[in-house]
């Protein structure tokens, strides 16, 4: 179980560090009306803040994953009670941080696909189509990423409450 929680978190760092590259070196310029114009990720406040959530995501799965291994190898289940605390519910802040990020860049990204005639807010997809394609992509990777969180998140609850009785409510199992 603890080789499948490493193969995760080496996942979620690949799939994290993939996602914030990809939105943050997607770029495309084009020529619009004599004007030279560059989408780039910071033309969207959510994007730009998706990219460094996915950057304080994946540092944290990789610090974890440097924690992780020596963790299993040095310490007994007895002494890190409070420490195994932490890490789920920093695991499951991490996912909720990515999954909101995700989110709200996803929901920007769909109204600059669809634009908005009621704020006179034009369509920039059908302008800077490869651009678009790149960011739907770092989307579909976010979204992938959180779910391979999750899933790590699952180990560590499961590593937690291992730990408790199944007859005493909130009582740790006697050796």
């Given at each position: ?106 929901q920007a ?47 560590s609850a ?18």
């Open positions: 179980m603890a080789k499948a929680q490493l193969i995760l978190r080496v996942l979620a760092v690949s799939l994290l560090v993939f996602t914030a590259s990809l939105v943050g070196f997607s770029t495309e310029t084009k020529e619009v009306l004599l004007v030279r114009k560059k989408a780039t990720f910071r033309d969207l406040n959510s994007l730009y803040v998706s990219v460094y959530v996915y950057s304080v995501a994946a540092g944290y799965n990789l610090l974890r994953l440097c924690n992780l291994s020596a963790w299993f190898e040095r310490n007994s289940k007895w002494t890190n009670v409070g420490l195994v605390w932490a890490g789920l519910l920093l695991d499951q802040l991490a996912i909720y941080f990515t999954f909101g990020a995700n989110t709200a860049a996803l990204s769909i109204l600059a696909v669809t634009g908005q005639n009621e704020f006179q807010w034009m369509k920039l997809c059908n302008r800077f189509t490869r651009f678009c394609i790149q960011i739907g992509g770092a989307m579909i990777c976010g979204y992938i990423a959180c779910i391979v969180m999750i899933l790590v998140t699952s180990f499961f590593n937690l409450f291992r730990l408790y009785s199944p007859k005493r409510f909130l009582l740790l199992k006697v050796i």
